[in-house]
């Protein structure tokens, strides 16, 4: 049997990178007389923007650190160990760049072996140990913590999750195992499973606290001074820790139903993580923690070689790092400041773009519409929605005082935009409307103000053409809700100057959204690759195949919800238009399908109603329908509608509507909910073989979002 040293010493071998956490030891008397106390730091030596994560050689060092205090802990010198973080930052977890650089599964299974069995020893040490959490803890990080005695956190704490289910993994090293122990089934379900699914939610100080995971909570300010006193008191006896007995009955096994359910409605059994967490969950019942880790163990390696997991990091980077650089963009000092915004329309959609702007940049936002009472509506929007962030606590009366004096709308564009740096228009989506507008804009705003269009599938280059300057037009497309997906399509037309689209990628960050540069093409990205998967389950339903049939073949792909269901979100009008824009473009593969022009013109608002609280065909739209008598099995329907998607991004990267597959990703995981676990969808499309067998190659490289050859 290797010992976890060359265990740990083989897998730096594989990973000469690494980021190296250091664990410092140092020793002192505790408050009250309590004794001499060892305590680790973990620290990377980089600022809190580079948090401390755990690869090979981080591990050792802390095993390292833990032969110390052993000793010591076994010869009488110190009375207790504790453990705790630099500033801001406790330990984020295994350092997944050392992940993907792992090809065979004996490799995978040392690193699992290797946590365990470092972190397993701050248990068995001969004095009591205490986990400081005194800031953001996540994966391994927390798990470290569960490992020992007690814990004590930060009430400044931002962010302390187990994310793995999020990327594609299990808590692997104590977290399905100990976490249940510790505060009982349902509560560890919520945070590994329901957390993890829901966008990877992060818990705060007081939610740990509450939770149990920690024993006391103390102030950022003198977090670690407050812990010592506090854990000085507990070792002479003065503070018992009580500890609520575990429910091993019947709730054990309703907790992981519970998380059962909530995978199925999240992943539809698309990905694997969340149920072998629940598994290991599960069997932990019995209190046995060594027959955990080994479960731990081998469910980390088998999913470290698998797709899911590879895509998760690939989708994690794509939106972390391809997400804040994008490819494309100009130079970022041609950007011109913007200290004043109008925004053309105040109807929802403007409303929603006048608040954005107002919250992120801070400067006058003027609205304008073609009636004094659709100006004061779109500005009373604004002035409710301050005041839902004032009763939430999320802004101060100042603050609100300052933003809602900051929005006005006028009936006069050349009174509201003359002094404008940044116009934006979000009126009705026609070409002939559209250029009226931005005629009237330029005719009053100053030269060198961008005019921007949130348009979702017209030509910005034929917006602009009819203008002096068309130059400075820049499609800018948010997605809906605004104040939710973080993607902005900017567009560039044909004539847009570089200066035009550096300031449009300057506000967008400062929007704090994900920019994406893309060809002025139709639809441009997401609304494209949508309008064609949409398209294709309109077309197997209009030739016959049953409505639930065609919207079940694609659950696997683990969508935020069904095509229709998505139709009704987005309006089934919008849809309607968004597929004759296409059509004019691409008869020969993108088709208007009757019944959706049916369902339209009968006024009705989706294809569900939900009077039993799930969706059931609406009787009404059933009638609408005329279907003709070829049926597809859901099989045969996902295949039809994998190989569209499959040939709509080959030929859209072929076009050069963006730089790469990545920016396809990008796009469909920031503005349309597309699920981290699949990476987007050309890993997906790459792992089942649809790339190949459409277009006769894969989108990304092998070992791009799956496992190195």
């Not at 957390?195 to 990877?200: E, F, K, R, V």
């Not at 995971?213 to 002479?236: N, P």
């Not at 990545?662 to 790459?686: E, K, S, V």
Request: net charge negative; with cysteine.
């Amino acid at each position: 049997m290797s010992t976890t040293a060359e265990l740990l010493k083989g897998a730096a071998e594989l990973f000469p990178d690494e980021v190296v956490t250091q664990a410092h030891v140092r020793h002192f008397d505790l408050p009250l007389g309590a004794g001499r106390f060892a305590l680790i730091t973990l620290d990377n030596g980089l600022d809190h923007t580079k948090p401390t994560t755990f690869g090979p050689q981080s591990l050792a060092n802390l095993n390292a650190a833990v032969d110390q205090v052993e000793k010591e802990a076994a010869d009488g010198e110190i009375v207790g160990v504790g453990i705790t973080g630099k500033p801001f930052i406790f330990a984020v977890g295994a350092d997944l760049k050392g992940v993907e650089l792992l090809k065979r599964h004996e490799d995978a299974l040392a690193i699992g072996k290797g946590g365990h069995d470092v972190f397993k020893r701050l248990a068995h040490l001969a004095v009591p140990t205490f986990a400081y959490y005194n800031g953001a803890a996540m994966g391994g990080g927390v798990e470290v913590g569960l490992h020992c005695t007690y814990r004590t956190v930060s009430a400044a704490i931002p962010a302390f999750s187990l994310p793995e289910v999020f990327l594609g993994l299990v808590p692997g090293w104590g977290g399905c195992t100990l976490l249940p122990n510790l505060i009982g089934a349902d509560k560890a379900v919520s945070v590994i499973i329901e957390n993890s699914l829901n966008q990877n939610k992060q818990l705060k100080g007081q939610q740990v606290h509450e939770l149990g995971i920690a024993d006391a909570i103390f102030e950022g300010a003198d977090f670690l001074e407050q812990s010592l006193i506090w854990t000085a008191s507990v070792l002479k006896g003065e503070i018992v820790v009580e500890r609520p007995v575990i429910d091993r009955g019947k709730a054990w096994d309703q907790a992981v139903a519970k998380g059962r359910f909530i995978a199925d409605s999240k992943v539809h059994g698309a990905a694997p993580a969340a149920y072998r967490a629940l598994d290991i969950i599960a069997a932990a019942k019995n209190g046995d923690l060594q027959q955990g880790y080994d479960a731990e163990d081998t469910a980390l390696a088998d999913l470290i070689m698998g797709g899911e997991l590879r895509s998760g990091i690939y989708a994690f980077n794509l939106v972390q790092k391809r997400g804040k650089r994008p490819a494309g963009a100009p130079d970022k000092n041609l950007a011109r400041p913007v200290t004043k915004v109008g925004v053309v329309g105040a109807g929802l959609m403007a409303s929603q773009l006048a608040l954005l702007f107002l919250r992120r940049l801070e400067v006058p936002v003027v609205l304008t519409d073609i009636d004094q009472e659709r100006i004061d509506k779109g500005v009373g929007y604004v002035h409710a929605e301050i005041d839902k962030l004032l009763g939430k606590g999320r802004i101060n009366q100042d603050k609100a005082n300052r933003l809602k004096a900051l929005v006005t709308g006028v009936l006069d564009k050349a009174e509201g935009f003359a002094d404008a740096d940044f116009v934006i228009e979000a009126v009705f989506e026609e070409m002939g409307v559209k250029q009226q507008v931005f005629a009237e804009v330029e005719a009053v705003a100053p030269a060198h103000a961008i005019l921007a269009t949130n348009t979702s599938s017209l030509s910005v280059s034929e917006m602009a053409s009819k203008l002096k300057h068309p130059e400075r037009v820049v499609g800018f497309h948010f997605f809906n809700p605004v104040a939710v997906l973080p993607l902005l399509e900017i567009v560039r037309g044909e004539k847009t100057d570089d200066a035009s689209l550096a300031t449009a990628f300057g506000v967008a960050k400062k929007l704090k959204k994900t920019a994406v540069l893309v060809k002025d093409a139709p639809a441009f990205v997401v609304n494209r690759i949508l309008t064609r998967f949409m398209g294709e389950i309109q077309n197997v339903i209009d030739e016959g195949t049953p409505v639930e049939v065609a919207e079940k073949a694609v659950e696997p792909l683990g969508l935020p919800m069904s095509p229709l269901v998505l139709l009704e979100l987005v309006g089934p009008a919008i849809g309607l238009h968004v597929s004759e824009t296409l059509n004019r473009a691409f008869p020969d593969r993108f088709t208007v399908s009757p019944n959706l022009k049916a369902v339209v013109e009968a006024g009705k608002r989706g294809f569900y109603v939900y009077d039993s609280g799930k969706p059931e065909l609406d009787p009404e739209v059933a009638a609408l329908l005329k279907q003709g008598d070829t049926v597809l099995t859901e099989e045969q329907v996902r295949a039809r509608v994998l190989d569209a998607v499959a040939q709509e991004i080959g030929l859209m990267l072929d076009e050069g509507v963006v730089a790469e597959a990545q920016d396809i990703d990008l796009c469909l995981i920031t503005g349309a909910g597309w699920p981290f676990h699949l990476g987007g969808i050309t890993p997906y499309l790459d792992r089942e073989g649809v790339s190949e067998r459409v277009n006769g190659k894969r989108f990304l490289e092998a070992g791009v979002a799956s496992v190195p050859a």
